[in-house]
C-alpha cells in the first residue's frame, strides 16, 4: 500500500558530497517519523539518522556534522545531505518512514523501508 522511493546514490570521491532523496507514495493518512539506515557488507544495518514530523532530528555519531536530514511534509519526501563523505561511509542506504496507512475505513501504522541506493567513496 506504501512505496518508498529512493535515489541519489552514486559514486564520489572522497570529501565530496551526496544528496539522497525519499519519496513516498501510496495510501498514506500520515508519517510520522522518516530516517535513513546504512548496511555495508558484512555489517551491521544501523541508524544514520531520523527526523520527526515537527522536524527534530538526531544522528549517529559517526555521522554528526558532516550529514544534515531534513524533510518536507508537503511532498512526503526525506533528504540527507552528506557532505565531507570519507571511503568508510560505503553502503548501501536505506530509506525507512513509520506510516499511518489508511485504505478506505482501514486505518494502521506500519514501517516501511525503501530498496536501497548505493553510495561509493573513493579515495
Known amino acids: 500500500q506504501v512505496q518508498l522511493a529512493e535515489s541519489g546514490g552514486g559514486l564520489v570521491q572522497a570529501g565530496g558530497s551526496l544528496r539522497l532523496s525519499c519519496v513516498a507514495s501510496?495510501?498514506?493518512?500520515?508519517?510520522?517519523?522518516m530516517g535513513w539506515y546504512r548496511q555495508a557488507p558484512g555489517k551491521q544495518r544501523e541508524l544514520v539518522a531520523s527526523?520527526?514530523?515537527?522536524?527534530?532530528?538526531n544522528y549517529a555519531d559517526s555521522v554528526k556534522g558532516r550529514f544534515t536530514v531534513s524533510r518536507d511534509n508537503a511532498k512526503n519526501t526525506v533528504y540527507l545531505q552528506m557532505n565531507s563523505l570519507k571511503p568508510e561511509d560505503t553502503a548501501v542506504y536505506y530509506c525507512?518512514?513509520?506510516?499511518?496507512?489508511?485504505?478506505?475505513?482501514?486505518?494502521?501504522?506500519?514501517?516501511?523501508w525503501g530498496e536501497g541506493t548505493l553510495a561509493t567513496v573513493s579515495s
Open positions: 525507512n518512514a513509520d506510516v499511518v496507512v489508511q485504505t478506505g475505513y482501514l486505518q494502521y501504522r506500519k514501517d516501511y
Open positions: 501510496g495510501s498514506i493518512r500520515s508519517i510520522n517519523a
Open positions: 527526523i520527526t514530523t515537527g522536524g527534530r532530528t
